[in-house]
């Protein structure tokens, strides 16, 4: 593939072809004299020679054509980039405790379940943050890691979507879901650690308290968004009634607004409400906006030379046509 040509005037020589071409295939104005020994020679039909001696004079301007190509300087051109920026290593860390199967984040168009919510809220997040590692932790009563901090988005998307409550003793263990995090990050070395932690509800178990959590993050320089999702007071929790119907009970919630404000200020971060879908996706939003580094991109292209296979086979055309102008096509054109 040719990207560029290195001496693009050199095409104007092509303009001498056509001249060329003229000279080389019209007759002589006196070969349209007959005389009267050659009346007899006009009735005879063409000889093969004749009829290919034209063949000539268009191998010498395809020869000629090519070596002004190469004359010109094709070249097949590599682009190459250099991105450098300030890495970002990311954290997740997500309430998976029955709470969230609260069904306060439906809309007109389906039910959904807070959980349900925040999987796809956190997979716009993860597309928008290709060039950073992200790590993602479920929690109830105790963490589970699900992904370490990794460029595969498309496999941590699959391990964001396999999220399920039920699965894990149920509870709310923030402050243990911290340390899982900050352990996450305490090897990184990205120039920003963010842990983004998502809860419904309040610390109700873990051997760690939020408020022994904080100096250790603190000591990492890690940063945590908190968010807390969801209504309070009365919502709306499926249930199974004795004959395996799903039925839906009025449950009264409360979140612990000081404690996750005070994980997000004291570590340099910021605490959001997420009443509803539509909030909820502008706090992620937001987090990406205030976590963005500058990227520096360097872009440059090395070239080479691809005049070579036009140089071979002009001169090639070139000297078959001199070698058929040896022989008989010649002496026919003579």
């Known amino acids: 593939m040719i990207d560029r040509?290195?001496?693009?005037?050199?095409?104007?020589?092509?303009?001498?072809?056509?001249?060329?071409?003229?000279?080389r295939l019209r007759r002589p104005a006196g070969s349209r004299l007959l005389r009267p020994g050659n009346l007899a020679l006009a009735t005879l039909k063409p000889s093969w020679a004749q009829r290919l001696s034209p063949?000539?004079?268009?191998?010498?301007a395809l020869g000629l054509l090519l070596l002004i190509v190469a004359l010109a300087r094709p070249q097949d051109?590599?682009?190459q980039r250099n991105v450098q920026k300030d890495s970002v290593d990311i954290v997740l860390v997500l309430d998976l405790s029955t709470s969230m199967r609260a069904v306060d984040f439906s809309d007109e168009k389906s039910r959904r379940n807070r959980l349900d919510a925040v999987k796809e809220v956190a997979k716009t997040f993860i597309k928008g943050r290709e060039m950073d590692r992200i790590g993602l932790i479920g929690f109830a009563a105790m963490p589970y890691s699900f992904s370490p901090l990794t460029l595969d988005h498309a496999w941590l998307e699959e391990r964001l979507e396999g999220l399920k409550t039920g699965e894990l003793p149920d509870g709310t263990a923030i402050g243990t879901a911290v340390v899982s995090g900050v352990n996450r990050l305490r090897e990184s070395e990205a120039e920003s650690k963010v842990?983004?932690?998502?809860?419904?509800?309040m610390n109700t178990a873990g051997e760690v308290s939020p408020q022994q959590a904080l100096p250790l993050a603190q000591a990492e320089d890690i940063r945590i968004y908190s968010i807390g999702a969801g209504s309070e007071g009365p919502v709306l929790m499926p249930m199974i009634d004795?004959?395996?119907?799903e039925r839906f009970r009025e449950v009264t919630m409360r979140i612990d607004h000081a404690t996750l404000s005070m994980l997000a200020e004291e570590t340099g971060g910021q605490y959001f409400r997420a009443r509803n879908p539509e909030q909820l996706e502008e706090v992620f939003q937001e987090i990406d906006e205030l976590e963005r580094t500058e990227i520096e991109l360097t872009e440059y292209t090395?070239?080479?030379e691809r005049f070579l296979p036009f140089a071979l086979i002009g001169c090639f055309l070139l000297f078959v046509e001199r070698l058929l102008a040896s022989g008989r096509l010649g002496r026919v054109l003579a």
């Open 5 to 23: 040509l290195a001496h693009p005037y050199a095409l104007l020589l092509l303009l001498l072809l056509p001249a060329l071409l003229y000279v």
């Open 55 to 60: 063949l000539l004079s268009v191998l010498e």
């Open 77 to 79: 051109g590599l682009t």
């Open 195 to 201: 842990l983004v932690l998502l809860t419904d509800g």
């Open 242 to 245: 004795p004959f395996g119907r």
């Open 302 to 304: 090395l070239y080479e």
